[in-house]
Nanobody
């Protein structure tokens, strides 16, 4: 059984920073791409950033220059450093990972963590 557990969300004022973490645990052979998505009320879930197993990154235009995704392969953990936060960044943030377990490769999601940015 593989699980993704997120942490680090909360309430912050505009211009502030937060760091999200997402740790994978369970029967893991290897982890491919890892990413962060977000969903605001009334909106569809959207990609924020992803990072490949080799460290290549990609960001949504709305967060470029403000957010940084990174990963620690030894800890099976992906991070999202969010700086210069804006009220429009308010959403539930979900981590996602493609994980090869004992039997197959599957797509996993975390439970979500709330990020609220006040103006």
């Amino acid at each position: 059984q593989v699980q993704l557990v997120e942490s680090g969300g909360g309430l912050v004022q505009a211009g502030g920073s937060l760091r999200l973490s997402c740790a994978a645990s369970g029967s893991i052979f290897s982890i491919n791409d890892m990413g962060w998505y977000r969903q605001a009320p009334g909106n569809q879930r959207e990609l924020v950033a992803f990072i490949t197993s080799g460290g290549r990154t990609n960001y949504a235009d709305s967060v470029k220059g403000r957010f940084t995704i990174s990963r620690d392969n030894a800890k099976n953990t992906v991070y999202l450093q969010m700086n210069s936060l804006k009220p429009e960044d308010t959403a539930v943030y979900y981590c996602n990972a493609g994980i090869l377990g004992a039997v197959s490769l599957n797509d996993y999601w975390g439970q979500g963590t709330q990020v609220t940015v006040s103006s």
